[in-house]
């Protein structure tokens, strides 16, 4: 079990995380279950990124770490900003995403220009996280972040960047675990991330993962991992949550082809 040593800085965003320092050297950025948006994102988190990483994509590792209240009641910063008040972070088991390097050294853009989006080597893994998030019904659009490869780059080598997708907090519809599908939903911000895709064959390597990797057994394996607080012991609710998710696996190809004939048209090489 991890354990939260130091609390960094507040992080941006409405679940109101925190990046703090834990007991393997990394650090992580936390979500705690009195968070803004719901108790459940945390499961969302856990379970989301997970079955993302199953279908090999770019996630960072993800764990349960321990708060103890002892480091929340003498650092000020671990607080959750209300309208009108504020109220201490809840101790005991949080969810925690690994930060990808040494936050002192490593920066991190949630932000490139198109004219740097070309450099980003895994630019294709947007087509394959858009297979993920129509399957996980992600009610947000994609979230991301970019960060260099080269920490100091060789004067005169071109700069190039990797992508991480962060944030499963609101796929299965954030604390409703319900699954209203709409055409735009999960989709990236801007379409230059899809100007691969040709077609349905763009996608296929992820659909036959999500046919080949994800069973009952792994859905199993999987929800065992998750602290029943975060679901408020609701243990029927999980199951139907699980039951629910794997039943989708064979909606996703209809559900592209929905956010192709949308009014946006996210991929403009389409043929």
């Known amino acids: 079990m991890l354990r939260a040593l130091e609390h960094i800085r507040r992080m941006r965003g409405g679940a109101q995380s925190h990046l703090m320092r834990c007991s393997d050297g990394h650090y992580y950025v936390v979500?705690?279950?009195?968070?803004?948006?719901?108790?459940?994102?945390?499961?969302?988190?856990?379970?989301?990124?997970?079955?993302?990483?199953?279908?090999?994509?770019?996630?960072?590792?993800v764990a349960v770490?321990?708060?103890?209240?002892?480091l929340i009641r003498f650092t000020y910063e671990l607080c959750i900003e209300l309208p009108r008040s504020?109220?201490?972070?809840?101790?005991?088991?949080?969810?925690?995403?690994?930060?990808p390097g040494d936050p002192r050294?490593?920066?991190?853009?949630?932000?490139?220009?198109d004219e740097f989006l070309g450099a980003v080597n895994n630019l294709h893994d947007f087509a394959g996280m858009l297979v993920f998030d129509?399957?996980?019904?992600?009610?947000?659009?994609?979230?991301?972040?970019?960060?260099?490869?080269?920490?100091?780059?060789?004067?005169?080598?071109?700069?190039?960047f990797r992508t991480i997708m962060i944030d499963q907090g609101f796929c299965f519809n954030a604390g409703e675990w319900s699954f209203p599908d709409a055409p735009l939903r999960g989709l990236y911000a801007r379409n230059r991330v899809y100007q691969g895709v040709i077609g349905q064959e763009s996608f296929a390597p992820w659909l036959e993962r999500l046919?080949?990797?994800?069973?009952?057994?792994?859905?199993?394996?999987?929800?065992?991992?998750i602290p029943p607080e975060w679901y408020s012991d609701d243990l029927d609710a999980l199951m139907r949550l699980?039951?629910?998710?794997?039943?989708?696996?064979?909606?996703?190809?209809?559900?592209?082809?929905?956010?192709?004939?949308?009014?946006r048209h996210p991929f403009p090489n389409w043929m």
């Open 31 to 61: 979500k705690f279950q009195n968070n803004p948006q719901h108790r459940r994102v945390l499961v969302n988190e856990l379970l989301g990124t997970r079955l993302a990483a199953r279908l090999g994509l770019p996630t960072t590792p």
């Open 134 to 160: 129509k399957w996980a019904c992600n009610t947000n659009g994609r979230q991301t972040v970019f960060f260099s490869e080269q920490e100091a780059p060789v004067e005169g080598s071109a700069e190039t």
């Open 86 to 99: 504020r109220e201490p972070c809840a101790p005991g088991l949080q969810f925690g995403s690994r930060y």
């Open 242 to 263: 699980a039951e629910q998710i794997y039943k989708r696996r064979l909606r996703v190809p209809e559900l592209l082809l929905d956010a192709r004939r949308s009014s």
């Open 65 to 70: 770490i321990l708060v103890e209240e002892e």
């Open 105 to 113: 050294r490593l920066t991190i853009y949630d932000f490139l220009p």
């Open 211 to 225: 046919e080949k990797r994800i069973s009952d057994r792994v859905l199993d394996e999987l929800t065992r991992e």
